[in-house]
C-alpha cells in the first residue's frame, strides 16, 4: 500500500534542502548500513546530522516528521515511535545512480520488538530535469504525480521497491523510515 502526497514541500524549500546537503560530505551508499554493493546500489547519500539544533535542520526534522504522522493518520493508523535522520540522496547520470530491487525493513531487527514501517520519499527536483531514476513498487497500482520537486509518496517498508537508473542528469530525492511495533 502507497499514498501520493503532493507539494508535501515547495519547490524553493526542496533547493534549501539540496544547497544544504550539498555542500555535506557524500559517501557511497549502503546496504543495511553494512557493506557497499554497487550491484545493487550506486548513489551517493548523506543523513541529516542529529543533535544538530540550527534553525534548518530543526525545521527538516519537524516537516519530515509532520508530513509521516499526517500520512499515517489518514491512510495507516499504525503506532509508531520514531524517525531515523533523513538520508538525502543523489542519483547521478554519470555513474548510472539507481538502487535495485529491495525493502526498507531491516533484517538485523526482525526479532526485535520494532522496526522500519513507513518509508517516506520525496523528491528535491523536477522529473525535467533528469531521465530516468523512477521510483517504482512492486504493487498493482503504479504511483501517479510523483513527478515534481516537493512531491512524496509514503509506503509500508515492507513493499519492495526500486529506483530505476538515471540516464540524464541528477535525481535529488530525501528519504526517512518511521519505526513502530512491528506488524502483526
Same mark, same amino acid.
Given at each position: %500500500?502507497?499514498?501520493? %502526497?503532493?507539494?508535501?514541500? /515547495?519547490?524553493? !524549500? ?9 555542500? +555535506?560530505? @557524500? ?7 553494512? !557493506? ?12 541529516? #546530522? ?9 525545521? +527538516? ?12 493518520? @489518514?491512510? *495507516? ?13 543523489? !542519483? ?5 545512480? *539507481? ?13 526485535? #520488538?520494532?522496526?522500519?514501517? +513507513? ?7 523536477? %522529473? ?15 504511483? /501517479? ?8 509518496? +509514503? *509506503? ?8 530505476? #537508473? ?19
Amino acid at each position: %500500500m502507497w499514498y501520493n %502526497m503532493p507539494n508535501t514541500f /515547495q519547490p524553493d !524549500y526542496c533547493k534549501e534542502i539540496i544547497g544544504y546537503f550539498s555542500k +555535506l560530505k @557524500q559517501r557511497d551508499a549502503t546496504i543495511e548500513g553494512e !557493506y557497499i554493493n554497487k550491484s545493487i546500489r550506486e548513489t551517493d547519500v548523506t543523513f541529516a #546530522p542529529e543533535g544538530v539544533n540550527d534553525n534548518f535542520s530543526i525545521n +527538516l526534522m519537524f516537516n519530515v516528521d509532520r508530513s509521516i504522522r499526517a500520512g499515517n493518520a @489518514q491512510w *495507516f493508523g499504525t503506532d509508531l515511535n520514531y524517525n531515523e535522520a533523513p538520508q538525502f540522496g543523489m !542519483y547521478k547520470s554519470e555513474n548510472k545512480g *539507481f538502487y535495485d530491487w529491495h525493502t526498507d525493513t531491516l533484517n538485523e531487527h526482525a526479532n526485535r #520488538p520494532s522496526n522500519r514501517k +513507513l518509508s517516506l520519499v520525496i523528491l528535491l527536483n523536477d %522529473m525535467k530535469e533528469y531521465e530516468g531514476g523512477q521510483l517504482e513498487l512492486r504493487h498493482p497500482d503504479v504511483p /501517479q504525480n510523483f513527478t515534481k520537486a516537493g512531491d512524496a509518496l +509514503l *509506503f509500508n517498508s515492507g513493499i519492495e521497491h526500486r529506483v530505476t #537508473p538515471v540516464t540524464k542528469g541528477t535525481r535529488y530525492s530525501l528519504t526517512c523510515w518511521a519505526h513502530g511495533p512491528n506488524w502483526r
